[in-house]
C-alpha cells in the first residue's frame, strides 16, 4: 500500500478516488513514564519514552488506516495527515487520515 502526504504520486495516474479513510491510537504511559519524563524536564533532554509512545501510537493509526483503505479496494492513500494530542494530561492519541485511491 502506498502511503504520501501528497494529494498526488509523481508518475502514478489516480484512476479512482475511494473517499476518507482514517486510524487513531490512543495510549497511557505508567505512572513511572510520567515521573521520570517530569524529572528529565526539569533537567533538560529528550524524554525517550515518551518518544518511544509516540512513534508506536503513529505506527497504529497508519495501520489502521491502510487496514480500512485495503478493506474499501484501494491501493494507495494519498493527502495523509498526522495529527498528535495529549489527552488527561497522561494519554497520547495520533490521528490519521486521508485519501483512499486506486493508483496505476
Given at each position: 500500500m502506498l502511503?504520501?502526504?501528497?494529494?498526488?504520486?509523481?508518475?502514478?495516474r489516480?484512476?479512482?478516488y475511494i473517499g476518507l479513510v482514517s486510524?487513531?491510537?490512543?495510549?497511557?504511559?505508567?505512572i513511572l513514564k510520567d515521573l521520570f519524563a517530569g524529572l528529565r524536564?526539569?533537567?533538560?533532554?529528550?524524554?525517550?519514552?515518551?518518544?518511544k509512545?509516540?512513534?508506536?501510537a503513529k505506527e497504529i493509526a497508519i495501520s489502521e488506516m491502510v487496514e480500512?483503505?485495503?478493506?474499501?479496494?484501494a491501493n494507495a492513500?494519498?493527502?495523509v495527515d498526522l495529527d498528535y494530542e495529549t489527552i488527561g494530561g497522561s494519554m497520547l492519541m495520533v490521528s490519521a487520515s486521508g485519501?483512499?485511491?486506486?493508483?496505476?
Open positions: 502511503v504520501a502526504t501528497t494529494p498526488s504520486v509523481e508518475g502514478r489516480i484512476v479512482r486510524g487513531e491510537a490512543i495510549l497511557g504511559a505508567n524536564d526539569i533537567v533538560g533532554g529528550r524524554s525517550a519514552a515518551y518518544e509512545e509516540l512513534r508506536k480500512e483503505a485495503r478493506r474499501l479496494g492513500v494519498v493527502g485519501t483512499a485511491v486506486v493508483v496505476e
